[in-house]
């Protein structure tokens, strides 16, 4: 009976009001039957199975490891003597620690040896109990530690001492962030942990090895997808990384681009970062920066302009005539004509793209280029730009006379460069001026 009613459910208290009145029947009465005495011992048991679902027994210190403080699935003795679980001692030493975590005694050498006593000891523990072994740890990069939480909340301290502190201290956090999911996790356990972080880069002249540290840690941070909300709602980190953009070593901006493109992976962050007016020093930095740091830049900037209130925003603050001039040089052309196809679909940008003498451009590369996306992209800017502004025809149609790369393309693009090609050409053959032949 006890089994049918945690089957169906049954809780607590409504076990212990079944309780109750059976208990009550058996001992007001002098002729209870067997069957209310076997009713209220299966309801009692019934109590007690889910009491210790609530309540599972804390292994004792010695059957678990002193570094993720967990039972230890796979005990092994370091040559100190202690006792660690497997994988999370190898996780230390791949680090390149050579001391014991507990006792910070230099180790002699680092041949891990199965405990086997303390390993059945566990086995007995669980047996006794009812408990099923835990399966080993098999990411064990992804698993928190307190080991780890001292290591963060120590680093953290040294980034409010002097400065050859806090130089060691954030090349460290950069290190740990990049290489271990698991620091990642611990910025969302404490809201003092991005203060923290942060605090150097309040001071005016912050030393650039220390601001670009800070910074690509924000952005090894940014990668875990709990930490992206926190991060874009929190001034204070935007507001830094948009300084970055502006004043940094060209590594520094990159990374910070880089991080602003991370955090716009969520809709409502795009709609943060475009308010915050970083999209400006990204386009400063796509035009000046390196092909490294230009296509961090550019990524950001597409990620952005996905939200539609972000598209004025970015033609406002030249985004047209600097994308151009990049294609021009052929530079991050496929990355380009994509940001500059979300684009076509805002009037003013539109107007630009004609005024700057896009449709040629667009045409050659049609014409030149051996990626299919970017021949769809060109061909799709082509027909907002023909039935936006009648006076480009011309250029279409003498491009067309001469080398009928339309015609082309509507016989061997993509569908969707087929029927953008199609309807250009379309709108040619209605014109009295044009002869064509497809």
Sequence with gaps: MAKRERE???????????????????????????????????????LKNLKSLHH???????FRCPIST?????????????????????????????????????????????????????????????????????????????????????????????ASDQKEAAKELRQLTKRMPSFRTLVGESTDVIPQLLSPLSSP????????????????????????KVFAEDPAVISLLIDALKCGTLQTRSNAAAAIFTLSALDDNKHIIGKSGAIKPLLELLDEGEPFSMKDAASAVFNLC????????????????????KMMDHILVDELLAILALLSSHPKAVEEMGDLGCVPLLLGIIRESTSE???????AILYTICFSDRTKLKEIREEEKANGTLSKLAQC?????????????????????????A
């Design 8 to 46: 169906r459910g049954v809780s607590a208290s409504e076990l212990k009001d079944k309780l109750r009145e059976l208990v009550k029947a058996i001992v007001d009465s002098d002729d209870y039957t067997l069957e209310a005495a076997d009713e209220a011992i299966a309801s009692l048991s019934a």
């Design 56 to 62: 599972a027994p804390i292994p004792p210190p010695q």
């Design 70 to 162: 967990q039972l230890m699935t796979d005990p092994v003795i370091l040559s100190t003597g202690q006792t660690y679980d497997r994988p999370f001692i190898e996780r230390w030493l791949n680090e390149g620690h050579r001391t014991c975590p507990q006792t910070q005694q230099v180790l002699s050498h680092s041949i891990l040896t199965p405990n086997y006593l303390v390993r059945d000891m566990i086995v007995q523990w669980c047996r006794e109990r009812g408990i099923q072994l835990p399966k080993p740890v098999k990411d064990v990069d992804q698993v928190v530690t307190n080991a780890d939480r001292n290591r963060l909340n120590s680093l953290l301290r040294k980034l409010s001492l002097s």
């Design 205 to 228: 002249g912050t030393d650039p090895d220390l601001h670009e540290d800070l910074i690509t840690t924000v952005l090894n941070l940014s990668i875990h997808d709990d930490n992206k």
């Design 306 to 325: 996905l939200v539609h209130e972000n598209k004025g925003r970015t033609v406002r603050d030249g985004a047209v005539r600097v994308i151009l001039n």
């Design 373 to 379: 996306r970017s021949k769809e992209n060109c061909v």
């Design 413 to 437: 693009g993509t569908s969707r460069a087929k029927r953008k090609a199609n309807g250009i050409l379309e709108r040619l053959n209605r014109s009295p001026y044009l002869t064509h032949t």
